[in-house]
DNA sequence: CGGACAACCTGGCGGC
DNA sequence: TGCCGCCAGGTTGTCC
């Protein structure tokens, strides 16, 4: 599901919920579900610590409690929700993690392909070294962006999908972004003019808070806390849209593959030369 | 360093 | 209906 519109709908939708509640024990059923400290450690640090404040970093779900952060990635599929202890939710099919909380309630933690993972850390750079800037902060200028392209000469799609270069941006966003920005995805990083680097700047941005506006994208298996689809996916440019015609330009959007990764662009307004 | 590819996993869908 | 191959929003590790 989850990219950063995607995971910054998450987060929102379980502040509310969430702080404010203590956890009182853990349940499990996939040993690399909990990805650090061991089960045992996981569970013994984490009994008793309140909920104070949740945040995202890049694609990370950051759960602020006393003394730790829980640490949540959805990967591909997972889903994050609060529920009454007795609520059967329908995500609960692949449930693979739950937090008793006080209250009567249940963080579940569920995720068909097993990709994602929860994690108990001090400080987020225990499992995370390094992130990119945050694409929507004040101080991400294009300055900084023509920086971060900087000495990189591989195609510019996948160096958008590198976290190191730039937190957030996942393979929907960044054909977007890319698609507002008229670059054709195979463009070189380092090969960009100012304008186009501009340009791009405006894109990512625009990309990201119009998925942020909608509340996430459900082309298959995200939804938001509280059960219910994302509307991005009905405004996407390129994205999924293979064989329809342009937003801009009526030309048929096509689809390749630019790094092992389903690429979705306008020939027409995004060429090579 | 870059690029290709496999791994990690399962589910959904189209085609036959 | 059944089976098969292919595809999927992410990330990491390996090999050349």
């Given at each position: 599901?989850?990219?950063?519109?995607?995971?910054?709908?998450?987060?929102?939708?379980?502040?509310?919920?969430?702080?404010?509640?203590?956890?009182?024990g853990?349940?499990?059923?996939?040993?690399?579900?909990?990805?650090?400290?061991?089960?045992?450690?996981?569970?013994?640090?984490?009994?008793?610590?309140?909920?104070?404040?949740?945040?995202?970093r890049?694609?990370?779900?950051?759960?602020?409690?006393?003394?730790?952060?829980?640490?949540?990635?959805?990967?591909?599929?997972?889903?994050?929700?609060?529920?009454?202890?007795?609520v059967?939710?329908?995500?609960?099919?692949?449930?693979?993690?739950?937090?008793?909380?006080?209250?009567g309630?249940?963080?579940?933690?569920?995720?068909?392909?097993?990709?994602?993972?929860?994690?108990?850390?001090?400080?987020?750079?225990?499992?995370?070294?390094?992130i990119?800037?945050?694409?929507?902060?004040?101080?991400?200028?294009?300055?900084?962006?023509?920086?971060?392209?900087?000495?990189?000469?591989?195609?510019?799609?996948?160096?958008?999908?590198?976290q190191?270069?730039?937190?957030?941006?996942?393979?929907?966003?960044?054909?977007?972004?890319?698609?507002h920005?008229?670059?054709?995805?195979?463009?070189?990083a380092?090969?960009?003019?100012?304008?186009?680097?501009?340009?791009?700047?405006?894109?990512?941005?625009?990309?990201?808070?119009?998925?942020?506006?909608?509340?996430?994208?459900?082309?298959?298996?995200?939804?938001?806390?509280?059960?219910?689809?994302?509307?991005?996916?009905d405004?996407?440019?390129?994205?999924?849209?293979?064989?329809?015609?342009?937003?801009?330009?009526?030309?048929?959007?096509?689809?390749?593959?630019?790094?092992?990764?389903?690429?979705?662009?306008?020939?027409?307004?995004?060429?090579?030369?």
């Open positions: 599901m989850p990219e950063l519109p995607e995971v910054e709908t998450v987060v929102r939708g379980l502040r509310k919920p969430l702080i404010g509640r203590t956890v009182h853990i349940w499990y059923d996939w040993r690399n579900t909990i990805r650090t400290p061991s089960p045992d450690d996981f569970a013994a640090r984490i009994d008793g610590q309140t909920f104070r404040a949740i945040d995202r890049a694609k990370f779900v950051l759960c602020r409690l006393d003394h730790d952060i829980l640490v949540v990635h959805l990967k591909m599929t997972g889903r994050l929700y609060v529920t009454d202890d007795d059967v939710h329908e995500a609960d099919r692949w449930l693979h993690f739950r937090a008793q909380l006080d209250g309630q249940q963080l579940r933690f569920s995720d068909a392909r097993k990709f994602g993972f929860v994690a108990l850390v001090r400080d987020l750079s225990e499992i995370a070294a390094r990119g800037p945050e694409p929507l902060e004040d101080d991400f200028t294009p300055a900084v962006l023509r920086e971060r392209l900087a000495g990189h000469k591989k195609a510019i799609k996948a160096t958008l999908l590198d190191d270069v730039l937190a957030g941006v996942g393979n929907i966003y960044a054909d977007e972004a890319l698609w920005a008229k670059i054709h995805p195979l463009r070189a380092n090969g960009l003019s100012d304008d186009e680097i501009m340009r791009l700047h405006t894109g990512i941005r625009q990309a990201l808070a119009s998925g942020i506006e909608r509340e996430g994208a459900s082309v298959s298996w995200y939804r938001k806390p509280d059960g219910t689809l994302g509307e991005a996916q405004h996407f440019a390129v994205y999924d849209r293979t064989g329809k015609p342009c937003l801009r330009c009526g030309t048929l959007i096509e689809k390749t593959r630019v790094a092992q990764r389903g690429t979705h662009y306008c020939p027409t307004c995004q060429t090579l030369a």
